[in-house]
């Protein structure tokens, strides 16, 4: 279960990152993600948790405090058996800081939220997003 939350911890911060960027460079999020997620960074986690991410819908499945509990576990288990996961540690501090914000029972793919913060920059609410054709 632990080294699935690592991935899974890793994905979501590779999709949030490239979320943020596409949409500060002024891409449409909907399109780049359909495009991104038939090629080499499409996922599980694309597949599951883009959507809903770009939709501000961050219902728990599992909570972010989780998160940080299981990427916290994973650490501790890392230094005891001499592994380096420097991706997890970023990754449980990040978890941390939505914690920290009063995040911490949104799902953990509001892993943006944390992005958002950082960037100073947030996906539009899908009120102000054009609509569908």
């Known amino acids: 279960k632990i080294a699935n ?3 899974v911890a890793v994905n979501l911060g ?7 960027f596409a949409d500060k460079a002024g891409l449409d999020v909907s399109e780049y993600l359909s495009a991104v997620s038939r090629g080499a960074a499409g996922s599980k ?17 599992g909570f972010a405090d989780y998160m940080v509990k299981d990427l916290g576990m994973a650490l501790q288990g890392a230094e005891e058996m001499g592994v380096s ?17 009063g995040d911490g029972l949104l ?14 920059h947030s996906l539009p609410s899908p009120a102000a997003l054009p609509p569908s054709i």
């Open 5 to 7: 939350q690592i991935t």
């Open 14 to 20: 590779g999709l949030s990152e490239g979320l943020v």
């Open 45 to 61: 986690v694309m597949d599951l948790f883009g959507a809903r991410v770009i939709g501000r819908d961050f219902a728990p499945g």
């Open 85 to 101: 996961l420097p991706g997890t540690a970023l990754h449980h501090q990040l978890y941390l800081s939505m914690k920290a914000n």
């Open 107 to 120: 799902g953990s793919h509001a892993f943006i939220t944390a992005i958002e913060r950082l960037s100073n």
